[in-house]
């Protein structure tokens, strides 16, 4: 049948090449086939690689893979089966580049596990940061993998700015002949859903490039779709590896091939991500990139803890910061890392798996008429719903998915109206806990049905407060209450709320997510500049304690804003002591409401325009952190005109002087 | 900047200090300076009290309140502005309830300032009243003190809104230069506007005596009304202060003046007192006294209240003469190394009365005269309405501690507002803390009467006799002198002894009862009958037996008592009151006449443990 088709369309072959294929073929099973076809594909798409002048070569070494590797053949082609719909075009020995631009590190996290599992399989890959990827060498790669995060209204993460600008600008060079694929993580309860994402798909596609396979969009429980995902990659890229690599030498074992298979099923049974302590089950690395290995930030990553392996810690200490009255409750939190063997940097945060309150979840229950006791399945264990509702699922957050779900459910106009309309859609999603959307109905549901609409729980991320020269084995946060009332009940925060109502000796499940873009000057000389407003003091706090156990001659001024003095000057006795000790050298204050015109951080750097100027000529660092809305972009139109008008520039310059400064992370922006 | 930094350094320093201290050294009478704190500039000897040296380097009242009130980083001023500003006529305080919290919450305490405006013999315009109203609700608090000293009080005033607040007040031509200090502060006088022309002449006196007794200094211009202007004429060498001096006076100096028949202002409780005397409604002259003075300190026998003693007359056009020339007395021999024992008190305690009047013989020049006869017969006000000589109405109100405030149906405050808004006389403040609507028209009487109805403002009858005699101190939370509640307790505990009167039928009796939160005196409480001195939360010094009009000091009688144990007391005086009363007679005498103490005119009448130590 092989042979009638071949000879149907096979027209630029000549009969003995038909024959030849015909033997080759023979007896290769449906599966071989399928993989043979992606393989030959890819051969074509990218022919001058592998020297495809001699066709019956090319057949030769076909011809080897019936003998070898059936089995891996057979492995592989179960993995692809799985996948979302993979070009076929895609089987060739290409260097893969993983791309990762994350703001809170999930999207790191992601591209990490990737680079470990193709370094586990011995396949030669690179890491990169967008942060520290030069955009001009797009066009040198061969096959890139993108991972990225959508922040906002639909904004690429700060260290993807660069490169999303890039593709987008006239500078973007043609991609033909590249290959890429995308993954990009979100949140669908805001309006630009992974936009970034779609961004960098679309653009690449539109530069020329080929898509391996369509984009994964992950909402904020992105961890199974993200490690299928990851096994396409894997899948696409060995496939390919392994047929170049029958070129030169045949020897990849099978052996290998069966641990990556076992690595696979640990993945999809358990949900983990593979730790880095697999290290001394890889034969070697290859590109080793400043990301992994070596590097200060990633200091705090060498313990065995992470995300999906959180540390139990016992709360010490939970403290209300702010006074009576204050419109904005702040809490101070004091975790014990104890022997925990977890290191942080000042400027990382740490991650807070929440657990919801025992109110939220019965009400919950009650307004199901469940009593808790079902029995649910999560990741393959068998649990009742309370536990679940409690651990595992979303009761602070709603997903669009769930609003769809009610309406089919209760055909409500409202709801129904709401699923179609965006930004009613947004203002229900901003607005609503999942019982108060129940409320008003009344929903015949299985305990199963019912957490399948439900979003996975995720960790909060906190800037870490505190640095380990000042505190050791403690770990401080500073927590903002989220909490609102609404029709006469208390709606909070998941994670703030339990961290607000920790009392010594509670415990929480915490990891630390480095993050190197936020990190005081090696050179403690260096004058820094802190600005930051709310909970946005956190680093400083912890920047401050670092430079003063280090006596760093550097000097530094903290720019804080917040409602009131006397009730939100968030750690005003430290700061006090700071400045007494000169371990502070300057405070400016905004309090917005203690005054008729409200007053914010960018008008005390107005008032210091000259003096802001001068340091940063003088090489200070500058820091921002905040609410992305209010900090973020307000201060950073402010520093712009700051720069445009004491040095005299035009805005186009400025824009140009800050994003120098901030490619030599002098300005780094911590903003959520 | 590195000027900031190192002013905030200052005030953080006290911060901590204040906070580690307890109570009782938080009181201003603080010991010998050290041997740090004495200025090497300073021409001063050593061991002086520390603000003789604060004093010595102010430059005249200046010191570095401005770089304080340009500090943002902390709600207070420097430790040493906090001295000077008192004689700005403010004090810094905190919120003492929330001050444990706030260190735990990491936040500094929670300061404000009082602030005390100057109003000689308590007399205050309708556009006095209404601006003191206006900045009441914009910089303070929401109400305004009535003070025993017949002055305005704002509390709760953060930092950053002194100096509006100020403005607000020159505006309307108040002030509070010398409100406080160790200078001469506010001159009282009787405010009362009915019984003749010559009482109007007398209030002339006082406001002459205050203004004449106040600190030239521009620094209070300069400061607070942005008053460069004066700055050209008033560097501190240009300075001069003919009657302080750079280093002004060892302590507070009070004076009032009284009229007879009227101790309202407790003329024997004030180191300087002029009692009118008036006959056939013609002003003579006044009586001098010197020495009285209320503060004392729980466990220190050298300190103790004292009654002022009459030393001779003068005519009204010697006044400011013998007003000018006490002070500078006091300026030179008051005590300077200790300023527990700096009140002219313990000046004239020391040298003598004759010693005295030698002299301010000598610097005047000429001697008094004997002192006239007076009669005293009541040291409270009289209620309600009242006709005055001139045919005009007077109306004097209930004020429950001097609190000007809306509370429930009883909008005081709102109402007090409406009155001034058409009101064309003016507003008279009491030494009992109450205040006077004074010189309304006939015509306008009906109208504030509409609006007293209105509000539920209450003009005395509707409460107990006792009331009308009871007075306390502002105490806790804001003063940081106070160890035990004064004003916020007082009510709850006079409904008590309200009850007790009226269970031994003695609910009409006329008694005075007082309480303060510190042994410092504000509410005069050792000229009460019924006299509560705060010694720890909860816990009182009790003193009887003093004179009804004030013209005999209390003795203690039993110390740090709490409520049940005073009732008890109370219960069982009241009933032997009741029983063995002569006709007439007051409980203070009465308590004295039957031995439940007996007053020995000497330090153990203040201080019980020497009266145990006399007893055993």
């Known amino acids: ?672 | 900047m590195s000027r900031t930094n190192n002013h905030s350094s200052d005030s953080v320093n006290t911060v901590n200090e204040k906070s580690v201290v307890g109570e009782k050294s938080a009181v201003d009478d603080k010991t010998v300076v050290t041997e740090k704190a004495v200025s090497n500039e300073s021409s001063l000897p050593k061991g002086l009290a520390k603000n003789e040296y604060i004093k010595d380097q102010s430059q005249y009242l200046r010191g570095t309140i401005k770089q304080s009130l340009a500090n943002f980083v902390t709600g207070e001023v420097a430790e040493n502005d906090q001295q000077l500003i008192k004689f700005h006529g403010i004090y810094q305080q905190d919120d003492r309830d929330l001050r444990n919290e706030r260190k735990k919450q990491k936040l500094e305490p929670l300061y404000s300032f009082m602030l005390r405006a100057r109003v000689p013999a308590g007399i205050a315009t309708p556009q006095q009243w209404l601006t003191m109203d206006r900045i009441a609700s914009d910089y303070g608090n929401d109400t305004i003190r009535l003070t025993t000293r017949q002055a305005f009080q704002l509390h709760g005033i953060i930092k950053k809104n002194l100096r509006p607040t100020m403005q607000a007040m020159d505006k309307v031509l108040l002030d509070s230069i010398a409100a406080c200090g160790d200078v001469n502060r506010n001159v009282m006088c009787n405010p009362n506007p009915v019984e003749s022309k010559a009482h109007k002449e007398v209030y002339q006196w006082a406001a002459r005596i205050s203004e004449h007794l106040l600190p030239k200094t521009k620094a209070y211009h300069e400061i607070w009304l942005n008053g460069e202007k004066y700055q050209a004429d008033a560097s501190p060498e240009n300075t001069k202060e003919p009657i302080y001096g750079k280093h002004y006076l060892p302590r507070k100096f009070k004076t009032v003046v009284a009229i007879p028949p009227y101790n309202d202002v407790d003329v024997f409780a004030h180191d300087l007192g002029f009692i009118a005397i008036i006959k056939q409604g013609k002003l003579l002259g006044f009586n001098v006294t010197v020495g009285g003075g209320m503060g004392m300190s729980h466990g220190d026998p050298e300190t103790h209240p004292r009654v002022a003693d009459v030393v001779g007359f003068c005519f009204p056009q010697q006044v400011l003469a013998v007003a000018e020339q006490v002070v500078k007395i006091q300026r030179d021999f008051g005590n300077r190394e200790q300023r527990k024992l700096a009140r002219f008190k313990y000046t004239i305690a020391k040298h003598g009365v004759e010693w005295f009047k030698q002299q301010l013989n000598d610097r005047l020049g000429w001697r008094l005269l004997n002192a006239q006869p007076f009669e005293f017969t009541s040291n409270s006000d009289r209620y309600g309405w009242i006709k005055g000589f001139d045919g005009r109405w007077n109306l004097n109100l209930y004020i429950e501690n001097g609190r000007i405030k809306d509370e429930g149906d009883y909008r005081l405050r709102t109402g007090l507002r409406e009155i001034a808004k058409i009101h064309q006389g003016d507003f008279r403040l009491t030494a009992n803390q109450n205040l006077i609507i004074a010189a309304i028209d006939e015509s306008n009487k009906a109208v504030i009467e509409d609006l007293i109805t209105q509000h539920n403002i209450k003009t005395g009858d509707e409460v107990s006799i006792l009331r009308r005699h009871a007075m306390a101190c502002v105490s806790l939370p804001t003063c940081s002198l106070g160890m035990a509640e004064a004003e916020r307790y007082m009510p709850s505990l006079l409904d008590k002894v309200e009850q007790l009167l009226s269970d031994h039928g003695l609910s009409e009796q006329p008694i005075t009862m007082r309480m303060t939160g510190c042994p410092n005196g504000c509410a005069r409480p050792y000229i009460a009958e019924i006299g509560l001195v705060g010694k720890g939360p909860g816990k009182y010094n009790l003193f009887l037996g003093a004179g009804h009009h004030g013209e005999r000091l209390g003795v203690i009688y039993r110390d740090n008592i709490g409520e049940s144990e005073i009732l008890s007391i109370l219960d069982e005086l009241f009933e032997q009151y009741k029983n063995n009363a002569l006709e007439r007679e007051s409980f203070g005498d009465f308590v004295v006449r039957t031995g439940v103490v007996t007053p020995s005119y000497q330090a153990q009448d203040f201080h019980m443990e020497l009266q145990a130590q006399k007893a055993s």
Request: aromatic share 8%; with cysteine; hydrophobic share 35%.
């Open chain 1, 1 to 672: 049948m092989i042979a009638n088709l071949l000879q149907e369309f096979a027209a630029p072959l000549s009969s003995e090449q038909v024959n030849k294929v015909k033997d080759a073929l023979g007896d290769l099973s449906l599966e071989q086939v399928n993989w043979l076809s992606g393989y030959l594909a890819g051969l074509a798409a990218t022919g001058a690689a592998v020297g495809l002048k001699d066709v019956s070569e090319v057949v030769g070494q076909a011809q080897t893979l019936t003998n070898a590797q059936s089995n891996a053949a057979q492995a592989l082609g179960a993995a692809e089966a799985s996948q979302p719909s993979v070009n076929p075009k895609a089987a060739t020995n290409k260097l893969s580049t993983i791309l990762y631009g994350s703001q809170t590190g999930n999207a790191r996290g992601v591209a990490e596990s990737l680079y470990q599992q193709l370094q586990s399989a011995n396949i030669e890959a690179r890491l990169v940061d967008m942060a520290e990827y030069n955009p001009k060498q797009l066009k040198k790669e061969q096959r890139v993998f993108i991972v990225v995060s959508t922040h906002g209204e639909g904004e690429p993460p700060d260290d993807a700015l660069e490169l999303h600008e890039f593709i987008h600008s006239k500078k973007a060079p043609d991609l033909n002949g590249k290959e890429f694929a995308v993954l990009s993580l979100g949140d669908s309860s805001y309006e630009y859903f992974c936009k970034t994402g779609q961004d960098f798909d679309q653009t690449l596609a539109s530069l020329g490039a080929t898509r391996l396979f369509e984009r994964v969009d992950c909402d904020v429980d992105y961890q199974q779709a993200s490690t299928e995902w990851a096994e396409s990659v894997l899948a696409l890229v060995k496939q390919s590896s392994e047929s170049a690599a029958r070129d030169t030498h045949t020897e990849v074992t099978h052996t290998e091939v069966t641990q990556t298979e076992a690595k696979q099923a640990e993945i999809s049974q358990k949900g983990i991500t593979p730790n880095q302590d697999d290290e001394s089950n890889r034969p070697h690395l290859s590109v080793v990139t400043p990301d992994v290995a070596g590097s200060r930030a990633h200091a705090s990553a060498v313990t065995s803890f992470n995300k999906f392996n959180p540390y139990t810690a016992e709360i010490l200490d939970v403290i209300s910061i702010t006074a009576r009255g204050s419109s904005k409750p702040t809490f101070h939190v004091e975790i014990d890392l104890e022997d925990s063997g977890i290191q942080y940097q000042p400027g990382d945060a740490l991650g807070v798996w929440p657990v919801n309150q025992s109110t939220l979840v019965n009400e919950t229950l009650s307004l199901l008429s469940f009593t808790g006791e079902e029995l649910v399945t999560v990741e393959q264990q068998t649990k009742s719903l309370k536990d679940a509702l409690t651990q595992d699922f979303e009761l602070t957050q709603v997903s669009p998915g769930f609003i769809k779900w009610l309406a089919e459910q209760t055909k409500d106009d409202q709801l129904i109206q709401a699923a179609t309309d965006k930004s009613m859609l947004n203002g229900l999603l901003a607005n609503s806990q999942v019982p108060e959307l129940l409320q008003s109905f009344n929903i015949s549901v299985t305990a199963e049905e019912f957490v399948a609409q439900l979003r996975r729980i995720t960790p909060r991320l906190y800037s870490i407060a505190s640095s380990q020269q000042e505190v050791e084995e403690e770990v401080h946060l500073t927590v903002g209450l989220v909490s609102e009332q609404r029709n006469n009940t208390s709606r909070n925060g998941a994670a703030s709320q339990l961290l607000s109502e920790f009392s010594t000796g509670d415990m929480a499940r915490v990891f630390v997510e480095s993050n190197k873009h936020f990190k005081l000057p090696d050179d403690s000389n260096q004058k820094i500049i802190m600005i930051g407003a709310g909970t946005g003091i956190a680093p400083y706090r912890g920047f401050i304690q670092q430079r003063a156990a280090q006596s760093a001659k550097g000097q530094s001024w903290l720019i804080f804003g917040n409602p009131n003095f006397a009730t939100d000057f968030l750690y005003q006795i430290e700061w006090q002591q700071y400045l007494k000790k000169q371990q502070l050298s300057q405070i400016d204050l905004a309090f917005s409401r203690d005054q008729e015109e409200k007053v914010y951080v960018q008008h005390k750097l107005l008032e210091h325009a000259k003096q802001f100027n001068q340091w940063l000529q003088q090489g200070a660092h500058i820091y921002l952190c905040g609410d992305k809305d209010r900090i973020g972009k307000s201060v950073e139109q402010t520093i712009l005109q700051i720069i445009a008008s004491e040095q005299q520039c035009s805005d186009e310059q400025a824009k140009q002087i800050l994003t120098d400064l901030k490619r030599e992370g002098r300005y780094q922006k911590d903003v959520y």
